[in-house]
Each structure stands twice: as structure tokens, then as C-alpha cells.
């Protein structure tokens, strides 16, 4: 017997609905997160059928309410789940960035490993079938600290402590492009929305004149981009993206990660109130994987990505924290 009784009501939905739509069928993981439900809302503006993985019935209902049909299993164990996998399209948004308070090497690790687990149920379920496009979502802390330069996907990766622990996944994941299998990667930065880690930290201190936590004077510049226009840059490399490729996921213009609170505050009419936490402070408040990644540069360039023909809906910092602005009061 299923967990979930709403899976099955949306799922004959889904199966009626597919009579009368054409598009390609797209399997998500990480479906029920802050970027999971945003492509799951562009996917389906763009006709296509979209399965979930969802590992909770949270999860669940955050995949029926974007659009899609949840399928329930968790990317650690192998299980029914695989034989939904083989979509025309795969998007693999597992939990890429998920450092928590005092993140020690210990915990980056593991973190580590669970990632290649993930990895090996996911892409193995699909290696043997007709997916033309799998789309997989890594972070640029893979690169490391960058300067103040822009880099290209090119660059010798000089990993973090943090984007270390996942450098074994994405070394196996050449072998799995060796191999046949069409995958592109997709690295993205800071990305920001009415939701997650930006509402959490400059979105609702901001508005409840709450001081916002800082660290360092200044903060290191990186790249950013709008949940929207990552979501739509996920389906535009799907659709476009060169197999066995990698793209950075950004906006061109870096900016100074204190700037998102500033000018945020600044179109919200505001006062901004800010607790700055010096550098050798914020190691003892979130560790130092955390610490390093916090306050080193990472900026990318995004020529490739442009090169394919993406265009981005909200090219600048303020065209994004407009957009959000106004999420925030529907």
C-alpha cells in the first residue's frame, strides 16, 4: 500500500493529462526543493510531463502544488523509484549545498559520499534506456576560490575543503560520460529567490528589521543568479546543452555577497542592520569548511552558457530582487 494517496490522485491526473499534451517526459530529483519546484514550474509552462522524486509527503505536496507527479523513494536506496527514472530528460538536483552549521571535513566527507551513492542509483537505473539529455547540477565551489577574475569551465579545479568532498563524484562522473551516457553539468553559484537560504537571511530580517548576519568587511565577490532563470537555464541545457559538457550557471555581473542584503533593503524602503561577524569569528561560528567557502571569491564566467543562446529573464541583482519583492507580496 502506498505512503501517499494524493500520489496516486495526481498520478491518474498525470496519466489523463498525457493524452492531450505533447512534450518531452522530464524525471527530477530533488523535486521538492528550492530549485527542484522552480523547474519543475518552468518545465511544465513548457508542455512537458514532469515525475518528482520525493522523499516526504512535504516533499509530495510541493511537487503536486508546482505541477508534477511525485514519485516516492529516497536517492540513497535503490528501489522502485529507478523504474520512473527513464524520462526522456533527467534532471539530478541533489543536495549540492547543503552545509550546515559547524560543517566539519568529517561531515563534508560523508557528505561526499552520500553524493556518489546518489550518483550511482540514479545513473544506473537510466544507463541501459532511451534518456537523451541528463542534466546534472553541481556547485562552483567544486572550483574553488576564483580572484577577483572571472573563470572559465577550463580552469584547473583548485577545490575548497568543502568542494573537495565531492571531487570523487564528479571524477566518476567522467566515466560515466566515457560511457555513453549523455550528461551535462551544470555548476551553479549563489542562487537566490523568494525561498530557501535568501528568505531565511536577508529576506526576512530585512523586513522584520532584524539584523542581517555578515561575514568578513567586505564580502568576497561572487557570481548569483535568480532561482528562475537557473531553472530555465537547466531546461535551455537540456535542450541545447552539448553532452558531456560543463556550464557555469550565472549572471555575468559578480557582485559583493553584502550587496544582496543592501540592495534588497534599499528597494524594500528598509534600514538595513547588519551584525558583522570578523573572519577569524566565523570560523568558530560555522566552522571552517563553511568559513573558507564563505569568504572566498568565486566568480565564473557565463560566456558558454550564453554561447548556446540562453538569455537570462533577470540579468542584474536589482532585476532579481524585484522580481522577489513582488513574490513577497502575492
Not at 275 to 303: C, K
Request: hydrophobic share 45%; net charge positive.
Amino acid at each position: 500500500m502506498r505512503a501517499l494517496s494524493v500520489v496516486d490522485g495526481a498520478r491518474a491526473l498525470h496519466t489523463v493529462g498525457m493524452a492531450n499534451t505533447k512534450g518531452a517526459t522530464a524525471f527530477v530529483t530533488g523535486a521538492g526543493g528550492f530549485i527542484g519546484t522552480e523547474l519543475i514550474k518552468v518545465l511544465r509552462a513548457g508542455g512537458h510531463h514532469v515525475l518528482g522524486l520525493a522523499e516526504s509527503e512535504g516533499d509530495a505536496q510541493r511537487v503536486i502544488r508546482a505541477g508534477a507527479v511525485p514519485v516516492m523513494g529516497r536517492l540513497v536506496e535503490p528501489g522502485r523509484w529507478q523504474d520512473e527514472a527513464a524520462a526522456d530528460w533527467v534532471f539530478h538536483l541533489s543536495s549540492h549545498a547543503e552545509c550546515g552549521a559547524r560543517t566539519t571535513r568529517k561531515h563534508a566527507e560523508a557528505l561526499g559520499r552520500a553524493r556518489l551513492s546518489m550518483d550511482a542509483h540514479l545513473l544506473d537505473a537510466v544507463a541501459a534506456g532511451a534518456t537523451r539529455k541528463i542534466v546534472y547540477l553541481a556547485h562552483t565551489g567544486f572550483y574553488g576560490a576564483t580572484g577577483q577574475r572571472p573563470i572559465t569551465e577550463d580552469e584547473p579545479c583548485l577545490p575548497s575543503a568543502w568542494g573537495s568532498s565531492f571531487a570523487p563524484a564528479l571524477d566518476r562522473l567522467e566515466g560515466y560520460v566515457a560511457a555513453g551516457l549523455p550528461i551535462v553539468t551544470a555548476f551553479s553559484a549563489w542562487v537566490y529567490g523568494n525561498a530557501s537560504w535568501f528568505c531565511e537571511r536577508v529576506v526576512e530580517p530585512v523586513t522584520s528589521r532584524r539584523r542581517v548576519l555578515q561575514f568578513g568587511n567586505p564580502g568576497p565577490r561572487v557570481s548569483v543568479i535568480h532561482v528562475e532563470d537557473c531553472a530555465r537555464a537547466l531546461v535551455h541545457l537540456a535542450e541545447r546543452g552539448e553532452s558531456g559538457g560543463r556550464y557555469f550557471v550565472v549572471n555575468t555581473d559578480p557582485v559583493r555577497l553584502d550587496e544582496l542584503a543592501r540592495t534588497f533593503a534599499r528597494l524594500a524602503g528598509r534600514p538595513l542592520r547588519v551584525w558583522r561577524v570578523p573572519a577569524a569569528a566565523t570560523r568558530l561560528l560555522v566552522g571552517p569548511v563553511v568559513a573558507e567557502y564563505l569568504q572566498a571569491d568565486a566568480v565564473f564566467s557565463n560566456i558558454r552558457l550564453r554561447g548556446t543562446g540562453f538569455q537570462f529573464r533577470y540579468p542584474s541583482l536589482e532585476d532579481g530582487l524585484r522580481q522577489v519583492m513582488g513574490a513577497g507580496h502575492e
